[in-house]
C-alpha cells in the first residue's frame, strides 16, 4: 500500500495542526497505522499508533495527552491531531502501515512509509 502524508506547516507554540495520511489500496483497513517522526540529529521514534479496527492504540508519553491519532477505513486515511504544540515537537512526521498482528509500535514492524511531512513549532 502507498501512503500520501500532507498537513505539515508552521505552526506557533501552543497551536494545533492536522496531518492526514491517505492510502492508495482498500486493503488499508487491514493495516496498523503509526505515525513516526524524525528531529533534526534524532533517530526516528514513533509519536502513536492505532490498530487496524481503530479500538486500539499507543502514543509516546511524550505526546499522551496532546495527539490523538484516528482513521476513516472508508476515505482509506489516518489522522494525527496535534494540540498544544511546543518546540520540541518540530521534526519530519511520517506516517506508517503494517500488517503485522496487534497495534506494533517497533519501527521494524512497518514496512509501508509516507514521504513524511514537516512540521515547524515556533517558539
Known amino acids: 500500500v502507498q501512503l500520501q502524508a500532507s498537513g505539515g506547516g508552521l505552526v506557533q507554540a501552543g497551536g494545533s495542526l492536522r496531518l492526514s495520511c491517505e492510502a492508495s489500496?482498500?486493503?488499508?483497513?487491514?493495516?496498523?497505522m503509526a505515525w513516526f517522526r524524525q528531529a533534526p540529529g534524532k533517530e526516528r521514534e514513533i509519536v502513536g499508533a492505532i490498530s487496524w479496527s481503530g479500538t486500539g492504540s499507543y502514543y509516546a508519553d511524550s505526546v499522551k495527552g496532546r495527539f490523538t491519532v484516528s482513521r476513516d477505513n472508508a476515505k482509506l486515511t489516518v489522522y494525527l491531531q496535534m494540540n498544544s504544540l511546543k518546540p520540541e515537537d518540530t521534526a519530519v512526521y511520517y506516517c506508517?502501515?503494517?500488517?503485522?498482528?496487534?497495534?506494533?509500535?517497533?519501527?521494524?514492524?512497518?514496512?509501508?512509509w509516507g514521504q513524511g511531512t514537516l512540521v515547524t513549532v515556533s517558539s
Open positions: 506508517a502501515a503494517s500488517n503485522d498482528f496487534g497495534l506494533p509500535i517497533a519501527r521494524f514492524r512497518y514496512t509501508n
Open positions: 489500496k482498500r486493503s488499508f483497513s487491514r493495516y496498523a
